[in-house]
């Protein structure tokens, strides 16, 4: 991989950026925090490199479909100092990337410095299964599957759906109780991100109600069955109390406790994840790897948590926060 120019400074920082494409293959993003792109002399620019089925040689000054760039906002910058992989922070799916520009002077603040998060794309893909259900009775939800989005999602279905059930803009999740039989009614599904559009096909029938059986004169009928319990969909929360201060090292601990049985997978940037499993309630200490080279673990400074938080029925949320060390005291 060749910088795009001289004195660009490429490879000034280099780190794994997970799949910002969302091609299946991991990426790298690589820092030139020196690169004049756009006529911005040392604006510093960050180059995310696609994953490749066989090695390839890449040019930064002819990048192309071997990846995407970004440019510091203004000259000497120094966008692309530092570089990580942010991991999915935007909940889209795809894996996102973060760049440090040390000298940038957003609000008028000379050499503030300023933290870019670009987040991943790609094609927006979707899938229905198909929906049956009897009027009067509410159907199982239906809710998309094969869903690959940039962005937040908007869903919406054409022609309408049967009376009694609707969709949820937000989710494309469709649910409600059917009024009238139909048989065999074919919808389309449009879901818009912020890359584009696609289309899928979701099938309904609604069967009438069965007739009930005239009672016996005796005995006295049976009591009719429970219903069976909704399956559990409700996603598991995490909080975390993080100490007042935190010295900088390999390690933090901070107190985590989930709102019912749950396993957590605590990861700070691209240190070593830490897993534990929590009770309903129960404050727990759980220790937190930071990446050895990163500036929180030196001498103190910022750094993503990001926690994927699992239940027993499979419900999933993935939660972030920031820590804050600080620089250990000499003695």
């Known amino acids: 991989i060749d910088g795009p120019h001289t004195v660009a400074l490429a490879g000034w920082s280099v780190a794994g950026a997970g799949d910002v494409n969302g091609d299946g293959r991991d990426d790298v993003v690589v820092g030139a925090s020196s690169a004049s792109n756009n006529s911005r002399n040392s604006s510093g620019s960050a180059y995310v490199l696609f994953g490749s089925a066989s090695p390839v040689d890449v040019d930064l000054a002819a990048l192309g479909s071997a990846g995407m760039r970004i ?28 760049l440090g520009a040390d000298h940038a002077d957003d609000y008028g603040r000379t050499s503030s410095g300023s933290v870019y998060v ?16 009897t009027v009067g009775a509410p159907v199982t939800t239906l809710a998309p599957t094969g869903v690959a989005r940039t962005g937040p999602a908007s869903f919406a279905v054409s022609p309408a759906l049967p009376a009694g059930l609707s969709m949820d803009p937000a989710t494309g999740v469709i649910s409600g109780t059917p009024t009238l039989v139909v048989a065999g009614s074919t919808h389309t599904v449009t879901m818009t991100d912020l890359a584009g559009s696609v289309t899928a ?22 009591a009719p069955a429970p219903a069976s319990p909704r399956p559990d969909t409700r996603a598991p929360r995490a909080k975390v109390r993080v100490p007042a201060s935190l010295p900088a090292g390999p390690r933090v601990r901070v107190r985590v406790r989930c709102d019912e ?36 673990a030196r001498r103190g400074g910022v750094v993503r948590v990001r926690l994927v938080v699992s239940d027993a029925a499979g419900n999933r949320t993935v939660q972030t926060r920031t820590l804050r060390t600080r620089r250990a005291a000499r003695h």
């Open 201 to 222: 096909s979701v099938q309904i029938d609604v069967v009438a109600a069965p007739t009930a059986p005239a009672p016996p004169a005796e005995p006295t009928p049976a």
């Open 71 to 98: 440019d510091g906002a203004a000259a000497s910058d120094g966008a692309g100092r530092s570089v990580a992989g942010a991991g999915d922070l935007n909940g889209d799916g795809r894996a996102d990337v973060i």
């Open 118 to 133: 670009a987040y991943g794309f790609g094609d927006p893909a979707v899938t229905y299964g198909a929906l049956s259900g």
């Open 261 to 296: 049985r749950c396993r957590v997978v605590v990861r700070a940037g691209t240190g070593r994840p830490t897993r534990v499993v929590l009770r309903r309630g129960v404050w727990r200490w759980v220790a937190v790897s930071l990446p050895h080279r990163s500036r929180a």
